[in-house]
């Protein structure tokens, strides 16, 4: 007897499968889980052998990769050296060469208005010479040509000064190039050694999404190495045009502090020479007056003889007409011409001749004292002249090129 099943249980028996095919199917699933089991088995093989090999590829390029970093690290401290010692050849250049244009500073600024101000003032003070004395001398020659020396050293130095500076600029222009180019390789070297010394394990590694496929680099190798290659020739161009510079300079001061010295020697050559002819001339003018002292003294003391001689006249004319007179008294024929008359009128006479002659003595003696009195002023005139000449060159000229700067000065050392 056949029970009656749900609807939803009654699955026509065609419809399901036989136990063989179950079976059948079983092993099938079996065989292919096996073939995917043997499969996977392959696989983790070969990806352990891909994972092992991609790891030695990739610790074989890091190591390439820190070995390119040290290798380009020693050539960056190669050529930073390199940049690094031309800079302080040039640091040491340009020292030099400032110190160079300070000597002329010192030289245009203060010594070289010295000499000059020295010979203008020489000058001006000997205009106020006197008379005859004012002469255009061979101290006035070597003062005027001691100005010209001095002006045309001055331009010279003045031209060298302003090339010193513009080499000064040039070289602290290649200066920042240089100093730019080992500050820029520090940092380089600083950032390249940051990246030689990281490691996997470093905290300062992260990602950086796509940045090796950015290419931001604006050198290669030998461009970089061109840059401060031409910086460091460039600079020692620059060196050797300071050195021959500095070296011009150098031998321009050095000429022109020996040719003003030797023309302030001339010059004072020509003023002791000059004081010497002064002091002469005066001595001589002092001998002359002397002279003249000594015949004014003897005239006037003539002078006086005469006038002496002249008043002791007066009594023996006196006495003779004093007789003349007392005899032309006589009574009668008493009043004789006789031998006493006579006398007494040619002793009146000579008297009176005698009073002309030595009246006449006196005139002239007073004539020759009066021309010994002139030429004594004139004496004394050209002494004064004498010595206002001797005050202005020995007492004013010399004293003032006692600041002459010396030697030492005039190379521009202070």
Known sequence: MVSELPPQLQTPHYAKTSPEEWYEYTAEQMKGLDLAADRSARYRADLANTIHEK??????????????????????????????????????????????????????????????????????????????????????????????????????????????????????AIQFELERDVYDKHLAQNIDDKCYNLRNTSKEIDFYPNVENVDETISDPETWAEYSNRNIVHSRYQRSLSAKIREEAENLMDTAAKEMRKQFGK????????????????????????????????????????????????????????????????????????????????????????????????????ETLELLSFEKAKLQHEIQVKENSLHIDRDKCMDLRKAFPSSVRLVGYI
Not at 136 to 142: A, I, K, L, Q, T
């Open 55 to 172: 790891e030695l590829l990739a610790r074989s390029l890091q190591d390439d990769s820190r070995k390119s970093i040290s290798r380009r690290l020693t050539d960056l401290n190669r050529l930073k050296s390199a940049v690094n010692q031309e800079l302080l050849r040039l640091l040491s250049e340009t020292a030099a060469l400032k110190q160079i244009q300070q000597r002329l500073v010192n030289i245009l600024q203060d010594v070289g208005e010295v000499p000059l101000q020295i010979a203008y003032e020489c000058l001006y003070h000997r205009e106020k010479r006197m008379g005859i004395d004012l002469v255009y001398d061979d101290v006035e020659r070597n003062l005027v040509k001691e100005i010209e020396i001095v002006k045309a050293f001055k331009e010279r130095l003045r031209r060298i000064t302003d090339t010193v500076e513009a080499q000064i600029h040039a070289n602290l």
């Open 267 to 366: 010059t004072n050559s020509a003023f002791t020479k000059r004081i010497s002819e002064i002091i002469e001339a005066r001595n001589r003018l002092k001998v002359h007056m002397s002279k003249a002292d000594h015949e004014i003294k003897q005239l006037e003391e003539a002078v006086d003889l005469l006038k002496q001689a002249i008043r002791e006249k007066e009594n023996p004319k006196k006495v003779a007409q004093t007789c003349l007179e007392e005899r032309g008294r006589r009574p009668n024929v008493e009043l004789c011409r006789d031998d006493p008359q006579f006398k007494l009128v040619k002793e009146v006479h000579a008297i009176d001749e005698a009073v002309d002659t030595l009246r006449q003595r006196f005139r002239e003696a007073q």
